[in-house]
């Protein structure tokens, strides 16, 4: 009941930025956390940031911290992830996920995006 649709993926060089967005439809205030995840070639997928829909609070991992920032467009119903500095080992399908609650684990979200490839070349 909830559609998540990522965009903004692409290919930069280190250093350079990308702005992603999940663009959200569907019953869309029955999941208040919306958060990105990403996962690279032979890796398991892994937190990068989230943030409440209602009160904007966010939270990063400690790898993006600095250089990523997570925010919201209420009318919109949108959600974005600006990465700056990007680094090569930022390269991965970044995925937009929804859920009930504030957490860092995969599992917790239950509406997931397609995902949209980020490629950091050096």
């Known amino acids: 009941q909830v559609q998540l649709v990522e965009s903004g993926g692409g290919l930069v060089q280190a250093g350079g930025s990308l702005r992603l967005s999940c663009a959200a439809s569907g019953r869309t205030l029955s999941r208040p956390v919306m958060a990105w995840f990403r996962q690279a070639p032979g890796k398991e997928r892994e937190f990068v940031a989230l943030?409440?829909?209602?009160?904007?609070?966010?939270y990063y991992a400690d790898s993006v911290k600095g250089r990523f920032t997570i925010s919201r467009d209420i009318a919109k119903n949108t959600v974005y992830l600006q990465m700056n500095s990007l680094k090569p080992e930022d390269t991965a399908v970044y995925y937009c996920?929804?859920?009930?609650?504030?957490?860092?684990?995969?599992?917790?979200?239950?509406?997931w995006g397609q995902g949209t490839q980020v490629t950091v070349s050096s």
């Open positions: 943030i409440s829909w209602t009160s904007g609070g966010t």
């Open positions: 996920a929804a859920g009930l609650s504030i957490g860092t684990a995969s599992g917790l979200y239950d509406y």
